[in-house]
């Protein structure tokens, strides 16, 4: 059975060793750092959606809801004559 070795502290390997594993944390880190972006993206595009759903919604409403003010007060007219 082999043994493996530890690099020596301050040795070139375990320099090198250590300069992988960061550089590993790092990408890691930058990974997870643009997963959260694009989900905060996504979560933003969603709601902008959303709101201009509503916006269209809200302009809809007022449009009937003038037509219907409009209605009333031709109805009320022609009752009046």
Same mark, same amino acid.
């Given at each position: 059975? #082999?043994? #493996?070795?530890?690099?020596?502290?301050?040795?070139?390997?375990?320099? +090198?060793?250590?300069?992988?594993?960061?550089?590993? #944390?790092?990408? @890691? $880190?930058?990974? @997870? *750092?643009?997963?959260?972006?694009? /989900?905060? +993206? /996504? @979560?933003?595009?969603? %709601?902008?959606? *959303?709101?201009?759903?509503?916006? $269209?919604? &809200?302009? &809809?409403?007022?449009?009937? +809801?003038?037509?219907?003010?409009?209605?009333? *007060?031709?109805?009320?007219?022609?009752? %009046? $004559?």
């Amino acid at each position: 059975r #082999r043994s #493996r070795m530890v690099p020596a502290e301050g040795s070139l390997a375990a320099l +090198r060793a250590a300069t992988a594993a960061y550089e590993e #944390r790092r990408a @890691a $880190d930058e990974a @997870a *750092a643009l997963a959260r972006a694009e /989900a905060e +993206r /996504a @979560a933003a595009s969603e %709601l902008n959606e *959303a709101a201009r759903a509503l916006s $269209d919604f &809200e302009q &809809e409403l007022t449009q009937a +809801r003038q037509n219907f003010t409009l209605r009333v *007060a031709v109805c009320d007219t022609l009752q %009046l $004559d």
